[in-house]
């Protein structure tokens, strides 16, 4: 889960990583408040759970009341990068004399699935292209989680680098912490893009990044799930377990590996899925089926649904009988369902569907066909 940058300084600033002065503020007169009790310039800056701000217009610079006023108000009234900003952060003004790049991401690609520690000499809103064009610019060291990271691991890096030596000290301690940040939090990525040097020569994180795994979030209470997609969002209320995908073809299978397993043989058929929906337990209790076949009919994408299921703890039958409720709780149900129907008392569940006599539902007791014939309707 990606948090906002004000959380992820908040979090830094316990670990007693350098952080700018700041108050979210939710509104423009808020703002006007903090331009009054962070001094004489400030910098406004949209929370949207994504890069590239700067780039995007989501940064703005203010030096007067009225001008902290109005770019509050130009931000939260669009979207940044097609997120709407529901909330902009009020930061004093820092006089940058240079930027650098710190980071720790979980390494997926090799080494186990190691921490990764990255230093860039060269910080800000190129780093990609910086990381492009001059290998020398960025370092990286792998860390061994079971002991940590300890002080060779950045020092020897920042010796072979152009950062000023009189600033060792200081990133050494911000990189430990960072390190250390997102250890405890469960991170998958903690990155202070750019990492500044003051005119005063303090280092100060003046952006934060930090990306919790979900699966650990329970160890966070104080964090709150953030949502970049409104399906994810009604999802996760109705305890469906939903990826949001660009495809045009709405899946809900019963089981994980069922879901992914009918993800991968629609891609090889040429389909394209538009999400992938498990809904565990939730297929039998009330509500459950009804909010997954909302969330799939209400996603503009989706031409045709793809319902497989196989009847090994829950039988067909019942299934069958949970899938009538729902489509007949649906008055104008017009998209075409293909209904894959496998095990458990199967018969009586494909005759419960054709009993239904609903003319937008194939049911096959083939995976293959079902995916052939879904493909096919969704015209790829
Ligand atoms: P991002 O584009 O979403 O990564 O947003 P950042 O928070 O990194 O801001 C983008 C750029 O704005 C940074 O790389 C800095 O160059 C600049 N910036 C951010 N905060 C300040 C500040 O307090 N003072 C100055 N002079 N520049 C800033
Ligand atoms: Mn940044």
Redesign the pocket.
């Known amino acids: 889960m990606r948090t906002f ?1 004000y959380q992820a300084k908040e979090i830094l600033a316990r670990y007693e990583i350098p952080t ?1 002065r700041g108050i979210v503020c939710e509104t423009a007169e808020d703002a006007v408040a903090a331009f009054d009790a962070l001094g004489s310039a400030v ?1 406004v ?1 949209a929370q949207v759970l ?7 217009g ?2 703005k ?1 203010a030096v007067s009341k009225e001008e902290a006023r109005a770019a509050a108000q130009q931000l939260l009234g669009t979207a940044i990068a097609g997120l709407p900003v529901a909330r902009v952060l009020v ?6 004399a240079a ?1 650098f790049y710190l980071g720790v991401i979980t390494d997926t690609d090799g080494y186990h699935g190691c921490p990764l520690l990255m230093i860039g000499s060269r ?3 190129e780093i990609e292209d910086i990381a492009r064009e001059d290998a020398n610019a960025i370092r990286r060291a792998h860390i061994d989680p079971r002991y940590g990271i300890f002080p060779h691991h950045i020092l020897s890096n920042l010796a072979e680098m152009s950062i000023p030596r009189k600033y060792h000290s200081q990133i050494e301690k911000v990189a430990r912490q960072l390190y250390q940040a997102y250890w405890d939090m469960d991170g998958e990525l903690a990155e202070i ?2 990492l ?1 040097v003051t005119a005063e020569d303090k280092v100060v994180a ?2 934060a990044r930090l990306y919790v795994d979900s699966n650990a979030l329970f160890r966070h209470p104080e964090l709150k799930p953030n949502f970049t997609n409104p399906f994810e969002e009604r999802a996760a209320a109705a305890r469906l377990a939903y990826v949001h995908l660009d495809g045009n073809i709405g899946i809900i299978a019963n089981g994980a590996g069922l879901a992914m397993g009918t993800m991968d043989m629609v891609r090889l058929a040429g389909g394209r899925p538009a999400n992938f929906l498990d809904p565990g337990e939730r297929i039998m209790h009330p509500g459950g089926l009804e909010a997954a076949f909302g969330i799939i009919l209400d996603n503009p994408n989706v031409e045709v649904v793809l319902f497989n299921i196989f009847g090994g703890g829950v039988r067909c039958d019942r299934i069958a009988t949970r899938l009538v409720e729902v489509l007949s709780g649906i008055p104008d149900f017009h998209l075409p369902l293909v209904l894959c129907l496998r095990g458990r008392n199967e018969e009586e569940g494909q005759r419960i569907i054709a009993a239904f006599d609903c003319k937008s539902i194939k049911t096959t007791s083939s995976m293959e066909e079902a995916v052939e014939i879904a493909v096919k309707l969704g015209g790829e």
């Open positions: 940058e700018p910098v800056k994504a890069g590239g701000r700067g780039k995007a989501g940064i610079f930061e004093e003004r820092l006089q940058i930027e910080g800000g809103m893009n750019p500044v003046a952006d």
